[in-house]
Protein backbone atom coordinates (compact mmCIF):
# COMPACT_ATOMS: atom_id res chain seq x y z
CA UNK A 1 0.00 0.00 0.00
CA UNK A 2 1.23 3.15 -0.69
CA UNK A 3 1.95 5.58 2.15
CA UNK A 4 1.00 8.91 -0.27
CA UNK A 5 -3.06 8.94 -0.44
CA UNK A 6 -4.48 10.69 -3.29
CA UNK A 7 -8.09 11.35 -3.86
CA UNK A 8 -9.85 11.00 -6.15
CA UNK A 9 -8.68 8.29 -8.38
CA UNK A 10 -10.63 9.83 -11.29
CA UNK A 11 -12.25 12.83 -12.24
CA UNK A 12 -14.01 14.47 -14.93
CA UNK A 13 -14.69 17.93 -15.03
CA UNK A 14 -15.80 20.62 -17.53
CA UNK A 15 -14.41 23.84 -18.48
CA UNK A 16 -15.94 25.72 -16.80
CA UNK A 17 -15.79 23.90 -12.97
CA UNK A 18 -14.23 24.18 -9.71
CA UNK A 19 -12.21 21.37 -8.32
CA UNK A 20 -9.52 20.09 -5.76
CA UNK A 21 -7.19 16.93 -6.08
CA UNK A 22 -6.04 16.26 -2.40
CA UNK A 23 -3.41 14.61 -0.74
CA UNK A 24 -2.13 13.70 2.38
CA UNK A 25 1.04 11.86 3.43
CA UNK A 26 1.88 10.97 6.81
CA UNK A 27 5.64 10.01 6.79
CA UNK A 28 6.78 13.16 8.49
CA UNK A 29 8.49 13.86 5.48
CA UNK A 30 8.98 17.58 4.69
CA UNK A 31 9.00 18.43 1.01
CA UNK A 32 5.95 17.48 -0.76
CA UNK A 33 5.23 17.67 -4.40
CA UNK A 34 2.76 17.87 -7.53
CA UNK A 35 3.36 16.04 -10.54
CA UNK A 36 1.76 16.01 -14.55
CA UNK A 37 2.06 13.10 -16.36
CA UNK A 38 0.45 12.78 -19.63
CA UNK A 39 0.68 9.45 -21.74
CA UNK A 40 3.87 7.88 -22.22
CA UNK A 41 5.49 10.65 -21.07
CA UNK A 42 7.75 11.13 -17.58
CA UNK A 43 6.37 12.60 -15.06
CA UNK A 44 6.73 16.93 -15.27
CA UNK A 45 7.73 18.33 -11.83
CA UNK A 46 4.57 21.14 -11.34
CA UNK A 47 4.89 22.16 -8.06
CA UNK A 48 7.12 22.00 -5.20
CA UNK A 49 6.49 22.61 -1.18
CA UNK A 50 9.18 22.92 1.32
CA UNK A 51 8.24 22.91 5.04
CA UNK A 52 4.76 24.20 3.92
CA UNK A 53 5.91 27.13 1.89
CA UNK A 54 6.00 26.78 -1.92
CA UNK A 55 9.91 26.63 -2.90
CA UNK A 56 9.14 25.88 -6.73
CA UNK A 57 6.35 26.66 -9.24
CA UNK A 58 7.66 25.03 -12.94
CA UNK A 59 5.85 28.33 -14.96
CA UNK A 60 2.55 26.38 -14.43
CA UNK A 61 -0.51 28.39 -15.37
CA UNK A 62 -2.79 30.19 -13.17
CA UNK A 63 -5.57 27.74 -13.91
CA UNK A 64 -3.56 25.13 -11.26
CA UNK A 65 -3.56 26.35 -7.72
CA UNK A 66 -1.62 24.25 -5.02
CA UNK A 67 -2.45 24.79 -1.38
CA UNK A 68 -0.14 23.11 1.66
CA UNK A 69 -3.13 23.46 4.74
CA UNK A 70 -0.88 21.75 6.69
CA UNK A 71 2.90 19.44 6.95
CA UNK A 72 0.50 16.30 5.89
CA UNK A 73 -1.89 17.93 3.50
CA UNK A 74 -1.43 18.93 -0.08
CA UNK A 75 -4.24 20.64 -2.65
CA UNK A 76 -4.63 21.16 -5.74
CA UNK A 77 -7.65 23.12 -6.88
CA UNK A 78 -7.93 23.61 -10.76
CA UNK A 79 -10.48 26.24 -12.19
CA UNK A 80 -11.01 26.95 -15.99
CA UNK A 81 -9.25 23.76 -17.38
CA UNK A 82 -8.54 23.08 -20.63
CA UNK A 83 -8.77 19.91 -22.51
CA UNK A 84 -5.66 19.76 -22.48
CA UNK A 85 -4.96 19.58 -19.37
CA UNK A 86 -6.29 15.63 -19.08
CA UNK A 87 -3.37 13.95 -17.35
CA UNK A 88 -2.71 11.56 -14.30
CA UNK A 89 -1.70 14.08 -11.41
CA UNK A 90 0.85 12.61 -9.10
CA UNK A 91 1.89 13.19 -5.47
CA UNK A 92 4.81 12.46 -3.94
CA UNK A 93 6.93 13.67 -1.01
CA UNK A 94 10.15 13.25 0.38
CA UNK A 95 12.46 13.28 3.64
CA UNK A 96 14.60 15.98 2.00
CA UNK A 97 14.11 19.12 0.90
CA UNK A 98 15.19 19.91 -3.10
CA UNK A 99 18.37 20.66 -3.68
CA UNK A 100 19.30 17.82 -1.34
CA UNK A 101 18.86 15.24 -3.77
CA UNK A 102 19.06 12.18 -1.29
CA UNK A 103 16.43 11.30 -0.56
CA UNK A 104 14.00 9.15 -2.89
CA UNK A 105 10.61 10.30 -3.67
CA UNK A 106 7.28 8.53 -2.41
CA UNK A 107 4.14 9.17 -4.90
CA UNK A 108 0.71 7.85 -4.44
CA UNK A 109 -1.50 6.53 -6.80
CA UNK A 110 -2.31 9.44 -8.65
CA UNK A 111 -5.64 11.26 -10.16
CA UNK A 112 -6.29 10.55 -13.20
CA UNK A 113 -7.89 13.41 -14.80
CA UNK A 114 -10.45 14.21 -17.62
CA UNK A 115 -11.38 17.63 -18.94
CA UNK A 116 -14.20 17.63 -21.09
CA UNK B 1 22.17 20.75 -17.44
CA UNK B 2 21.33 17.09 -16.34
CA UNK B 3 19.86 14.45 -18.96
CA UNK B 4 18.59 11.00 -18.44
CA UNK B 5 18.15 8.98 -21.74
CA UNK B 6 16.51 5.38 -22.02
CA UNK B 7 16.97 4.33 -25.39
CA UNK B 8 14.85 1.78 -25.36
CA UNK B 9 11.19 2.81 -25.50
CA UNK B 10 9.26 -0.58 -24.95
CA UNK B 11 10.56 -4.04 -24.86
CA UNK B 12 8.50 -7.59 -24.83
CA UNK B 13 9.91 -10.35 -23.33
CA UNK B 14 8.13 -14.29 -22.87
CA UNK B 15 8.00 -14.78 -19.14
CA UNK B 16 11.31 -16.26 -17.65
CA UNK B 17 13.62 -14.60 -20.00
CA UNK B 18 16.51 -12.42 -18.91
CA UNK B 19 15.90 -8.68 -19.71
CA UNK B 20 18.09 -5.58 -19.26
CA UNK B 21 17.09 -2.06 -19.08
CA UNK B 22 19.51 0.51 -20.26
CA UNK B 23 19.99 4.15 -18.79
CA UNK B 24 22.48 7.06 -19.60
CA UNK B 25 23.06 9.85 -17.88
CA UNK B 26 24.40 13.08 -18.24
CA UNK B 27 25.58 15.87 -15.57
CA UNK B 28 28.86 17.46 -14.95
CA UNK B 29 28.59 17.11 -11.25
CA UNK B 30 30.95 15.24 -9.28
CA UNK B 31 27.98 14.20 -6.55
CA UNK B 32 24.64 12.84 -8.06
CA UNK B 33 21.72 10.68 -7.04
CA UNK B 34 20.73 7.79 -9.45
CA UNK B 35 16.96 6.14 -8.93
CA UNK B 36 15.11 3.92 -10.73
CA UNK B 37 11.12 3.95 -10.60
CA UNK B 38 8.80 1.71 -11.89
CA UNK B 39 5.15 2.11 -12.74
CA UNK B 40 2.86 -0.21 -13.04
CA UNK B 41 -0.34 0.16 -15.16
CA UNK B 42 -2.52 1.40 -11.48
CA UNK B 43 -0.03 4.44 -11.81
CA UNK B 44 2.28 4.92 -8.78
CA UNK B 45 5.57 5.42 -9.12
CA UNK B 46 7.76 2.71 -6.95
CA UNK B 47 10.41 3.75 -5.40
CA UNK B 48 13.27 0.45 -6.36
CA UNK B 49 16.85 1.87 -5.85
CA UNK B 50 19.17 4.75 -4.97
CA UNK B 51 22.89 5.15 -6.11
CA UNK B 52 25.09 7.33 -5.21
CA UNK B 53 27.77 9.16 -7.37
CA UNK B 54 30.88 7.49 -4.70
CA UNK B 55 29.41 3.72 -4.35
CA UNK B 56 29.86 1.80 -8.01
CA UNK B 57 29.35 -1.55 -6.23
CA UNK B 58 26.83 -3.47 -8.51
CA UNK B 59 23.56 -4.16 -6.18
CA UNK B 60 21.63 -7.69 -6.55
CA UNK B 61 17.88 -7.89 -4.51
CA UNK B 62 16.02 -10.90 -5.13
CA UNK B 63 15.67 -11.16 -9.28
CA UNK B 64 16.94 -7.33 -9.57
CA UNK B 65 20.36 -6.43 -10.05
CA UNK B 66 21.45 -3.31 -11.05
CA UNK B 67 25.13 -2.09 -13.05
CA UNK B 68 26.70 1.61 -12.26
CA UNK B 69 29.18 2.14 -14.78
CA UNK B 70 30.50 5.80 -14.13
CA UNK B 71 32.84 5.45 -17.06
CA UNK B 72 30.25 5.34 -19.41
CA UNK B 73 28.06 7.11 -17.34
CA UNK B 74 25.70 4.24 -17.20
CA UNK B 75 23.10 2.76 -14.38
CA UNK B 76 21.66 -0.68 -15.85
CA UNK B 77 18.47 -2.76 -14.73
CA UNK B 78 18.65 -6.39 -15.10
CA UNK B 79 15.29 -8.87 -14.24
CA UNK B 80 16.14 -12.24 -14.14
CA UNK B 81 13.83 -14.48 -14.94
CA UNK B 82 11.09 -12.04 -15.83
CA UNK B 83 7.68 -12.95 -14.27
CA UNK B 84 4.30 -11.23 -16.27
CA UNK B 85 3.97 -8.93 -12.65
CA UNK B 86 6.88 -7.07 -13.57
CA UNK B 87 4.97 -5.44 -16.64
CA UNK B 88 5.40 -1.71 -16.31
CA UNK B 89 7.03 1.62 -17.62
CA UNK B 90 10.41 1.77 -15.66
CA UNK B 91 11.78 5.30 -15.27
CA UNK B 92 15.77 5.58 -14.39
CA UNK B 93 16.04 9.20 -12.74
CA UNK B 94 19.06 11.63 -11.55
CA UNK B 95 19.21 14.02 -8.57
CA UNK B 96 21.42 16.64 -8.11
CA UNK B 97 22.20 18.47 -4.74
CA UNK B 98 22.70 22.06 -4.70
CA UNK B 99 21.54 25.21 -4.46
CA UNK B 100 18.33 25.76 -6.74
CA UNK B 101 18.44 22.53 -8.06
CA UNK B 102 15.19 21.06 -8.72
CA UNK B 103 14.05 17.64 -7.95
CA UNK B 104 14.61 14.45 -10.23
CA UNK B 105 15.15 14.46 -14.05
CA UNK B 106 13.32 11.30 -15.25
CA UNK B 107 14.46 9.80 -18.41
CA UNK B 108 11.62 9.02 -20.93
CA UNK B 109 10.74 5.16 -19.46
CA UNK B 110 10.92 1.65 -21.12
CA UNK B 111 7.73 -0.17 -21.20
CA UNK B 112 8.45 -3.30 -20.50
CA UNK B 113 5.51 -6.37 -21.78
CA UNK B 114 6.17 -9.72 -19.96
CA UNK B 115 4.12 -12.10 -21.45
CA UNK B 116 3.05 -15.56 -20.25
Known amino acids: DTEVTQTPKHLVMGMTNKKSLKCEQH?????MYWYKQKAKKPPELMFVYSYEKLSINESVPSRFSPECPNSSLLNLHLHALQPEDSALYLC???????????????FGNGTRLTVT | AQKVTQAQTEISVVEKEDVTLDCVYETRDTTYYLFWYKQPPSGELVFLIR??????QNEISGRYSWNFQKSTSSFNFTITASQVVDSAVYFC?????????????FGSGTRLQVQP
Open chain 2, 93 to 105: ALSVPGTGRRALT
Open chain 1, 92 to 106: ASSQDLPGQGYSPLH
Open chain 1, 27 to 31: MGHRA
Open chain 2, 51 to 56: RNSFDE
